[in-house]
């Protein structure tokens, strides 16, 4: 991962009702008590987010949470009732109008829960309707939107409107569309939620593949947490328009900050997000059944481990760090500690 | 004694005094007046009367003759718009009737002819293929050929060539004010208010105005017919626009959409099968005002009608009603199957192929065009083969008339005196003091009381404008006519609910009436029971039975199924089902159709002043007549208050009923 942060969100406000601005004149943080007595909605409350080059960075709430107010903030679908975006190296929240056009054109690309598409248009004029927005000529556009489709797998079927398509096509669809325009940043809003969870499933894994292929940096809002945990480098865990805990997927399970965190993470499968080296011991052995790699998941290494009789070494960057033994797998695979 | 109490609540007790203090006064203001002798029981005192008529045909004199806007004067611009849409108007007559011609007078070179019967029906075929299918092409050609083969073709084609000029008009303006409303609150805000009296406004209300400033002709048809084709076109567009989905609009905006891209690529696009619907809409009430809008020399059906009202020729009538009848159907089916036509792929393939019936229609133009030169019945239906329905008509209606004569009078006098006149003289009798406290207290026991304070306001400008006695007239026929519109419109709609087949065919006989132009109905009625109340009634019946059953229909079919089959768990008979589940839980819609029949009555009641009903409507024909504008104004208005009441009310009714089912 490039530790370079895209995108810098620092104190960030989003209050609804009359006199929200006052609330927070010369860098107040009312409560929550104090936003109720108020009859203020705090959608988002002193939200600090930094986005780094290449991760896909996760937020997780239920609804009414106020990540869809937050990720709209951090697009500028909705304007911030006060803190500072830097986006790119620059304050996004003091770009004009033509400056927020240019670069929601150039930059940014955005996938929807409910996809969407332009009903009226087939699939290519919908692929390609963010470069007619910027004037590409038609030949251009097609080439690239032919692409980026050949890209989601929907070859063969441009010609078709978006009313003749399943949902998860209808959705591919979307994703060819936030891509087309090759976009540095890329939101995508619940965009797997209005599926049916086989579908869910299936999509996940061809996003997973794409990202593998193409290296975005993404912000990914979801409600659902192992959606979250699958997916994510990183997961910001929203309630009532606060962020309570950000973390990667294994440190949320490990050391949740809240007990609101620890209801999430209660039922997570800790195989799933436990890593080789919060598990290993450090060398002691002198025989060695393999060598697993130090970020593999529990659960990948499970099957080896439980066939092997002696531990196994951890390895990062072709150095030994450490052994795992039977006995720290099946600690985790059963739950205990 | 304790069953009789509970059914006295105070709110029954209020209906109660109210009604029975209503009687009392009515039946004795006379004696009240003469006992006092207290003329201003009775009669509104001349002296406090307002005379906003006069200050209005004053304004409208000032208008046309003085008003200067340092570079033109107010008749510069109406002619310089009476200009814009003559040019168009007098393209599409010289192409459908007249044909192209240099030079005026006697001098006049025919260039072109018109298009040939054969061509025009050649192109409405097309159309009705594109539209749909083969079904509706057949249909549409066959009622062109109507108008040919029965000798009604000139007369339909003024008739279309005012509809081809005012629907885009109406409908490229009413989208845009559309767009703008919805972009910006404050024209929302604005015009609300004028859309709601423009709807409840009657149309001859606005006629005399566009008679004074544009003259009689049919440029002032056309503009009358715009003005009364476009609110609707205006509030489809803002509810089809509001509808477009909001993640649509956010994906729009990521996508780096300028405002003006927004619009023009996102939002009327996405929106337009809705706006169709409101296309068809405004094509349906341009037909209806074209016709009406004959009294001011749109020419065309509506005149042919109504010469043959004036001369009493009977088949001419029926001949020229049916052909407005046809034309109806025709325009209608056709704008609705392209509102229902989505989504349609681009052929290929060479020119032929490509746009095939454009083609053929060129090459049908310039066959007939060329066949026309020398033969002539190409060119123009030749009147050899015209058919004449009339004296059929004649000797029918004679027929009728003359065998079912006793019959049909037996049932006027009987409602007449049964009902009509009781009625009026009830409602004829009010003082106008209590009429405007009673109207106030009724809408505040129901809405509140701002609407009570707005409706005895209301009421009152009527009285202050000295028209109390026609406002009774026409809360009487208007009473009168809603309730026997809904006596058989109720049961219709019910049975139609009930029964799946039954239902097909009264629904879609509803649909058939409700695109007819008011003015056709007056055509029958007038043959069989002649001029007065009782015909008046009659038409309007016919007019505003269609919501009264499709709201019914709809209200009965839109009941839960769970709670249905929870009915018939309990041991419901079928009766009972009907009687103690559907027809409560049907309630807020079955109020929703008594409100549309209230507002479709009056609009026809108005119209009805052709038949010499002695209402508000009369009075505003009468102005029109005169052409004094502000007598037919402030008649108008007062038919817009007592319509603006009557929805205020039945909608208050309803949503309280909703809220009293949860729905």
């Given at each position: ?54 991760e ?6 239920l ?44 930059k ?52 078709y ?37 086989l ?18 940096t ?47 993470t ?72 | ?24 006064l ?38 046309v ?43 006049a ?9 054969v ?7 097309s ?60 024209v ?25 400033l ?8 056309l ?46 696009p ?76 681009q ?34 239906y ?155 009634m ?72 052709l038949?010499?009903t ?14 004094n ?35």
């Open positions: 991962m490039n530790e370079s942060v895209i995108l810098d969100c620092r104190h960030l406000w989003k209050l609804y009702g009359m006199g929200a601005e006052a609330l927070l004149d010369g860098g107040l943080t009312p409560n929550a008590a104090a936003l109720a007595k108020a009859n203020v909605i705090g959608a988002v409350r002193d939200a600090n987010v930094q986005i780094y080059q290449g896909i960075f996760v937020i997780m709430g609804s009414g949470s106020g990540k869809s107010t937050l990720v709209r903030c951090l697009s500028r679908l909705v304007e911030p009732t006060a803190g500072e975006i830097e986006f790119d190296g620059r304050d996004l929240l003091r770009a004009s109008d033509s400056e927020l056009i240019e670069i929601r054109r150039k940014m690309g955005m996938v929807f829960q409910q996809f969407a598409l332009m009903p009226h248009m087939t699939v290519l004029e919908n692929v390609g309707f963010p470069l007619e927005i910027q004037g590409v000529d038609r030949l251009r556009r097609q080439a690239s939107a032919q692409k980026v489709i050949e890209l989601v797998g929907l070859k063969g079927r441009e010609s409107y978006p009313s003749e398509l399943s949902g998860g096509q209808q959705q591919r669809v979307g994703i060819a569309r936030s891509l087309v325009v090759e976009p540095d940043l890329w939101f995508l809003d619940e965009p797997f939620s209005a599926l049916d969870p579908i869910r499933r299936e999509m996940q894994d061809e996003f997973i593949r794409l990202q593998n292929i193409l290296k975005k993404i912000v990914f809002i979801t409600h659902d947490f192992d959606e979250a945990i699958r997916l994510a480098d990183r997961v910001a865990v929203m309630k009532d328009g606060k962020i309570e805990q950000i973390a990667t997927p294994e440190e949320l399970v490990l050391n949740p900050k809240t007990d609101y965190v620890a209801d999430f209660r039922h997570v499968v800790r195989a799933k997000v436990i890593r080789v080296q919060s598990r290993m011991d450090p060398v002691t052995s002198d025989r060695f059944a393999g060598e697993v790699a130090h970020d593999a998941t529990i659960e990948d290494i499970a099957d080896e481990v439980e066939r092997a009789d002696t531990p196994l070494k951890v390895m990062k960057d072709g150095k030994v760090i450490g052994q795992i033994t039977a006995r720290a797998v099946i600690d985790v695979l059963v739950g205990r500690g | 004694m304790q069953r009789l109490q509970r059914h006295i609540t105070g709110a029954r007790l209020f209906w109660l005094f109210l009604f029975a203090a209503t009687w009392a009515s039946q004795y203001s006379f004696q009240i007046y003469k006992a006092l002798d207290a003329r201003w029981i009775i009669r509104f005192p001349k002296k406090y009367q307002l005379s906003l008529d006069d200050v209005i045909s004053g304004f409208l004199d000032w208008l003759n003085i008003a200067n806007f340092w570079l033109f004067t107010f008749r510069d611009l109406t002619r310089a718009i009476a200009w814009v849409i003559e040019i168009p108007y007098q393209f599409l007559r010289n192409l459908l009737i007249e044909g192209f011609q240099t030079g005026l007078g006697d001098a070179v025919q260039i072109a002819p018109s298009l040939s019967w061509a025009v029906i050649a192109i409405v075929i159309v009705g293929h594109t539209a749909r299918d083969w079904g509706l092409a057949a249909l549409v050609g066959a009622c062109f050929l109507y108008l040919a083969v029965f000798g009604q073709w000139d007369s339909a084609m003024v008739t279309l060539a005012s509809v081809l000029v005012a629907v885009p008009i109406a409908a490229v303006s009413g989208l845009l004010l559309g767009i703008l409303a919805y972009r910006m609150l404050w929302e805000k604005l015009l609300r208010p004028i859309l709601d009296l423009m709807q409840t406004v009657p149309v001859f209300a606005y006629l005399v105005p566009v008679l004074i544009f003259g009689f002709g049919p440029v002032a048809a503009i009358a017919t715009v003005i009364y084709a476009m609110p609707p076109m205006i509030r489809v567009t803002i509810v089809a626009l509001k509808g477009v989905p909001g993640e649509l609009l956010e994906a729009a905006r990521m996508m780096g959409a300028t405002p003006r891209q927004m619009t023009w690529k996102v939002l009327v996405a929106a337009t099968p809705m706006l169709m619907v409101g296309v068809n809409q405004v094509i349906m009430l341009t037909l209806n005002m074209v016709i009406i809008a004959s009294m001011i020399g749109a020419g065309g059906l509506g005149f042919e009608v109504l010469a043959s009202l004036r001369k009493l020729d009977i088949g001419g009538g029926i001949e020229a009603g049916l052909a407005i009848v046809l034309m109806a159907i025709a325009l209608d089916r056709t704008s609705q199957a392209f509102s229902e036509r989505r989504l349609w792929r052929r290929t393939g060479n020119l032929m192929q490509r746009h095939p019936w454009s083609m053929i229609v060129i090459l049908v133009i310039l066959a007939t065009f060329l066949m026309g030169l020398v033969i002539p019945a190409v060119q123009s030749p009147d050899a083969w015209i058919i004449s329905t009339g004296a059929f008509w004649s000797q029918a209606m004679e027929w009728i008339n003359v065998t079912f004569f006793d019959t049909l009078e037996v049932i006027k006098t009987a409602l007449l005196r049964g009902v009509l006149l009781p009625v009026k003289k009830f409602f004829v009798g009010i003082p106008w003091l209590w009429g405007i406290l009673v109207t106030g207290l009724i809408a505040w026991q129901v809405a509140g009381w701002k609407l009570g304070v707005v409706a005895a306001l209301m009421m009152g400008f009527i009285a202050a404008s000295g028209l109390w006695d026609k406002a009774m007239v026409t809360l009487y026929l208007c009473g009168v006519s809603v309730f026997i519109a809904l006596l058989i419109g109720t049961p219709l709609g019910i049975w139609a609910a009930q029964q799946p087949r039954a239902g097909r065919v009264i629904l879609g006989l509803m649909d058939t009436l409700q695109t007819l132009p008011s003015f056709v109905y007056l055509i029958p009625v007038v043959m069989l029971f002649r001029v007065g109340d009782f015909s008046a009659i038409a309007v019946v016919l007019y505003a039975l269609a919501p009264a059953v499709r709201y019914a229909a709809h209200g009965i079919r839109e009941v839960p199924l769970h709670l249905l089959e929870a009915g018939k768990m309990a041991g419901c008979r079928p009766l009972q089902l009907l009687w103690r589940v559907k027809l409560p839980l049907a309630t807020p819609q079955l109020l929703l159709g008594l409100n549309q029949t209230i507002m479709l009555a009056l609009s026809m009641l108005v119209i009805t002043a038949v010499g002695r209402d508000l409507g009369q009075e505003v024909y009468i102005a029109l007549t005169k052409a504008a502000g007598q037919g104004i402030v008649a108008g208005l007062s038919v817009a208050f007592i319509a603006i009441i009557a929805d205020r009310i039945v909608n208050a009714l309803s949503d309280n009923q909703k809220r009293r089912l949860s729905l």
